[in-house]
């Protein structure tokens, strides 16, 4: 059982994100998070948004992606601390369901250009815009 418990042990290590040293939201535009070893990501109030992990992010399916659009110009409001663990964002279009863990903050910081890359990629597939809709 003991082996067990080392096997699980070292491969949840593995995978673990370093610690969060820094937590800076710099409102409206972005959250500024620092991890050890000197990692630092400055994240776009667009990015996070659009990365939010609410299930009810307003998320529209186009041909089985799921795409949000017209977010370019979101802001975040404020932050609320959750525990010791994450906090969850305010965004100023009033969307506030999803908390940021630091590990997420940290795969969102170091996957950025990415998954950034794919998100425009996918938008331009379908048509779609990161602007939001013109007003009429």
Known sequence: MNVIRRGVRSIHTAVDSPRLTRFALQPPKFVEVEFEKGSLYKLSAEYLRIYSPAVDSKIRSICGEK???GRRHVGIMSAEPIGNYGVRLLFDDL????IFTWDYFYHLGSNKFTLMRNYVRTLKK????????RRR
Request: no cysteine.
């Open 67 to 69: 795409v949000i659009t």
């Open 95 to 98: 969307h506030k369901t999803g």
């Open 126 to 133: 379908h048509g779609l815009s990161r602007d939001p809709p």
